[in-house]
């Protein structure tokens, strides 16, 4: 069974830093894709991030060159380094394994 479990959400002010981890449980990542998706209240789903078995990254226009994507294929985690966090990046934050599985989110809260 794949399981995928976030974690490293919290409370910051504009400006600050986060890292979210997913560490997925019944698969090995190093074969598929991965991303990191967000939804915020009243919004829906939208990609933040992702990183392909090649290691090929892409990233949203509202996240570039703030938010870094990577994983760690020994220890079956994917990352997510926020830098310059905006209140408008306040959301629950998914992780997106094979394009199939997903986690039960981790919530991100910027304040100003």
């Known amino acids: 069974q794949v399981q995928l479990v976030e974690s490293g959400g919290g409370s910051v002010q504009a400006g600050g830093s986060l890292k979210l981890s997913c560490v997925v449980y019944g698969y090995d990542i190093s074969w598929c894709g991965m991303a990191w998706y967000r939804q915020a209240p009243g919004k829906a789903r939208e990609s933040v991030s992702s990183?392909?078995?090649?290691?090929?990254?892409t990233y949203g226009d509202t996240v570039k060159g703030r938010f870094t994507i990577s994983r760690d294929k020994d220890k079956n985690i994917l990352y997510l380094q926020m830098n310059s966090l905006k209140i408008e990046d306040t959301a629950k934050y998914y992780c997106?394994?094979?394009?199939?599985?997903w986690g039960q989110g981790t919530q991100v809260t910027v304040s100003s």
């Open positions: 990183i392909d078995s090649g290691g090929i990254t």
């Open positions: 997106r394994a094979c394009s199939r599985y």
